[in-house]
């Protein structure tokens, strides 16, 4: 279908507009996985696609496959145009905001307003405006109160944990869109021989005892150690736990991000257990069929929350008091539990099917 037919195939009369905020770091490829999953959800909706994209780089409209013809908007110096485009829009206007974190400290109070204008001017115009499943981090006022407002007037806001839930008064938890990213087989369980480490560099070394850890746990079970890089930032902590670990590294380098991406699923798919505190390498790790575990220091409670919403609990352990031997128990427990992993994963993709469909159906009816 072509991206600027409308929902229902046909063109109408009068034109129609969709807009969607797709930022984000061409180096962060957990961003680029919602970020896409967000621009599936507005593609084919209305007669013209309009997305911002802030200061991302080229290669990031390659990232999130935007289609030809779409009128993209960079660099904060076009947020008037956005605006602009968004108070003149038709009538029934679609607006998309961003999947991902929320961040509500009190930098972001003029952030919040705007979000709600546009809410606002998009709600007047009878159109529809969808918030993907979001986190809140940082919650202080005034920014809560305008996101609360903005979000309470939206058709469709959803929530990727309890507690942003709660904070809202939302009544929607959902898994995170990351995992309407596509179930991979994988290999069989039988030929899966790798253990993947993919942890942030700009956190503290989680110690002697968690190395000890990992490197008994994988020769135990017959594990290749492997570490590899989600975000570049990440690369020399990689690097440094390769070393430590007696495993193979596996830089990102000048490979291209959509190869990296690729490169980084094919890894997953031949991984049993993936350990890290990115959430986006868990769900990728989930994804293809490996045990995604949290095992860190002090660990946030993001990783824990979003995978609750998934029907997945106890993934995440917090090792800064304990001992290479618990460290070790707990690892090994979590490999038994594929089937687990495997059927709350297909489930959780089901649902971010089940939200696209309706997203369309709702802007279906607001035209109607």
């Known amino acids: 279908m072509d991206s600027r037919r409308t929902v229902d195939g046909s063109r109408r009369d009068h034109p129609t507009r969709t807009l969607v905020s797709l930022t984000g770091p061409a ?15 507005a ?29 993209v908007l960079r660099s904060k110096k076009s947020i008037a145009r956005w605006l602009w485009l968004i108070a003149t829009a038709p009538a029934h206007p679609v607006l998309i905001f961003e999947a991902g974190e929320v961040p509500l400290d009190r930098g972001n109070v003029l952030r919040e307003l705007v979000f709600l204008a546009e809410t606002l001017l998009v709600r007047l115009k009878r159109g529809v405006v969808v918030r993907p499943p979001r986190g809140i981090r940082a919650a202080t006022q005034p920014a809560l109160w305008l ?16 507690e942003s839930a709660r904070l809202t008064g939302g009544e929607r938890v959902v898994p995170d869109i990351g995992f309407g990213a596509g179930i991979r087989p994988g290999m069989p369980d039988g030929e899966r021989s790798e253990l993947i ?14 190395v000890e850890a990992v490197r008994t746990l994988a020769a135990a079970e017959g594990l290749d150690i492997r570490t590899v890089v989600q975000v570049r930032e990440d690369e020399e902590r990689a690097r440094e736990f390769a070393e430590a670990l007696g495993g193979e590294f596996e830089a990102w380098g000048d490979r291209d991000p959509l190869a990296q ?21 868990l769900v990728l790790a989930a994804l293809s069929g490996a045990v995604p575990v949290e095992a ?3 660990p946030t409670r993001k990783v824990a929350q979003a995978f609750s919403a998934a029907g997945l609990h106890d993934l995440t352990l917090d090792t800064s008091a304990s001992s290479a031997d618990d460290i070790v128990a707990f690892l090994r427990a979590q490999l038994t539990r594929t ?30």
């Not at 480490?197 to 968690?210: E, K, Y």
């Open 27 to 41: 180096a962060n490829i957990g961003d680029a996985l919602i970020r896409r999953s967000t621009l599936d959800w």
């Open 43 to 71: 593609l084919a909706t209305s007669d013209e696609l309009i997305v911002y994209t802030g200061d991302a780089p080229d290669v990031w409209l390659r990232q999130l496959g935007v289609p030809t013809g779409t009128r």
């Open 147 to 162: 996101h609360t407002r903005a979000a309470r007037l939206s058709q469709i806001a959803l929530w990727r944990d309890d």
């Open 197 to 210: 480490v993919s942890l942030r560099g700009t956190r503290p070394h989680p110690g002697n005892a968690w």
């Open 261 to 281: 991406e690729e490169l980084l699923r094919q890894r997953y798919d031949g991984a049993r257990l993936v350990i890290s505190d990115r959430m986006h390498v």
């Open 296 to 298: 860190v220091p002090h």
């Open 339 to 368: 089937d687990e992993v495997r059927e709350h994963t297909q489930a959780a993709a089901e649902t971010v099917a089940d939200l696209r469909t309706e997203v369309r159906a709702t802007i279906l009816a607001a035209r109607s």
